[in-house]
């Protein structure tokens, strides 16, 4: 059967025809025992009178009428219809409500064997009658719980319960359909397209976790296709300079080709350093968890400083006294990466005065790498963080592939942190690096 649906109901309807079922001789059963109970509550009580009757009347040599005078003295004083028989099995005496009893159709008159020979009867109306037991009078059941009845009202329970959990089944297996649905049709290329995860239920959970899965995954993909197309453009330019200094190193004077030399050296290594940045970038997406561990941010802030010639301002005690702390969770090869991406592109694009300032505040560390250069316009201060992207004309001037500040971005975040750009006192550029705080 192929059908979710059908199989989920018709397992409900077979859970609830066993329990119907087991309901049903579970009653029956309790019932036959119960009625065993009072039987043997009533053959002990028989019992018991047997014996008091046997002392309490006359014997069986007094006189008959002696004899049924009593016996209807203890009958009315018992009431419980009795008879008496002599020894020869003569009847003596009986009550009126034996005689009574012992007419209607299904009466159980019991015989009660005395030491001196004589039997003494008791009547009890049939099965289910009142005052079937001696005791008090048990009210009959209704009709709907004798023989057919009780199966009737146990075929329309089922049938009730079985049309009623049908559409909530088939509601469960919907929305099970629609789920498949939207993952065949994400995986068929619709990129785009999220499933309903309406609800608290666990089908609205795994809706959620599929839509949280498809935005991630279009992400990538997204982001690897810009990616690509934008390093395909980029890589023209050099290969184009590449061809063109070959091409002249064949023809070019002796005097020009170190020149040449010279820049097809600066164009190997721009290339080198695209593809460097564009495997790492893709490293970053392809790696959902990083091993982090605890590492000295100011210890390699102050490599980087000095490898660029930066400034570096740090504290060197906290607000108590004690030895500033500068740790973070991370990865130290990461971190090392986007310090030194902030401070060349300082040194790049701001001129000669780069400073990098640590401060640790709120359990946050905040890296500032600052600059005296042109600064970056504020329509531009979250797109210069996009990959490929570069200010108007700091391509033709300074170079650069425009990956590096996208990669402190995605450092970053993969740290729990964030990169801003915001204008500098004075002029300038300041951007600030916040990292969580061990």
């Not at 077979?14 to 079922?21: C, D, S, T, Y």
């Not at 019992?47 to 008091?52: H, I, N, P, V, Y």
């Not at 702390?325 to 060349?344: I, M, S, W, Y």
Request: with cysteine; proline share 6%; glycine share 10%.
């Amino acid at each position: 059967m192929k059908s979710l649906y059908l199989r989920v109901w018709l397992t409900v309807v077979a859970v609830l025809a066993l329990f119907a079922l087991g309901s049903g001789w579970l009653f029956q059963h309790q019932m036959e025992r119960e009625r065993g109970r009072l039987d043997a509550a009533a053959g002990e009580r028989l019992s018991a009178w047997g014996d008091l009757l046997q002392h309490a009347l006359p014997p069986p040599q007094a006189a008959a009428r002696e004899q049924a005078v009593a016996l209807l003295e203890w009958s009315e004083r018992l009431r419980v219809p009795l008879a008496l028989d002599d020894a020869a099995g003569q009847r003596l005496v009986q009550s009126e409500a034996f005689e009574r009893l012992s007419r209607e159709p299904g009466a159980r008159v019991t015989p009660i064997k005395l030491d001196d020979g004589r039997t003494l009867w008791t009547a009890r109306p049939p099965r289910g009658g009142p005052g079937g037991h001696h005791g008090p009078p048990l009210p009959p059941p209704p009709p709907w719980l004798r023989g057919t009845g009780l199966l009737a009202v146990l075929l329309l329970l089922f049938m009730a319960v079985a049309a009623g959990a049908y559409p909530v089944v088939r509601r469960l297996t919907r929305r099970l359909e629609a789920l498949r649905d939207g993952v065949e049709r994400f995986g068929a290329g619709a990129l785009h397209h999220r499933v309903e995860d309406g609800g608290r239920d666990e089908v609205a959970a795994v809706a959620r976790s599929f839509n949280k899965a498809a935005e991630r995954v279009e992400t990538l993909l997204r982001s690897h296709q810009s990616l690509l197309a934008n390093a395909s453009h980029e890589l023209r330019s050099p290969l184009a300079r590449l061809k063109m200094a070959v091409s002249l190193m064949e023809t070019a004077p002796e005097h020009q080709q170190d020149g040449l030399r010279a820049e097809i050296h600066a164009d190997i290594a721009e290339l080198d350093a695209l593809v460097e940045e564009v495997l790492l970038a893709s490293r970053l997406d392809a790696r959902p968890d990083m091993d982090l561990h605890p590492v000295d941010l100011l210890a390699l802030a102050a490599e980087e400083a000095a490898r660029v010639g930066a400034e570096l301002q740090a504290p060197l005690h906290d607000d108590n006294g004690a030895g500033a702390a500068f740790t973070v969770q991370g990865d130290e090869r990461l971190l090392r990466r986007a310090l030194r991406n902030l401070l060349e592109n300082a040194r790049r694009y701001g001129g000669d005065e780069v400073a990098l300032t640590l401060q640790r505040e709120a359990g946050e560390l905040r890296a500032a790498v600052c600059d005296r250069g042109p600064g970056v316009p504020a329509d531009m201060r979250e797109r210069i963080f996009e990959p490929f992207f570069r200010l108007p004309g700091h391509a033709e001037q300074q170079g650069g592939v425009g990956l590096g500040l996208s990669l402190v971005r995605q450092i970053a975040q993969r740290h729990g942190g964030s990169v801003r750009c915001e204008p500098r006192e004075g002029g300038g550029s300041r951007f600030v690096l916040q990292l969580p705080a061990c």
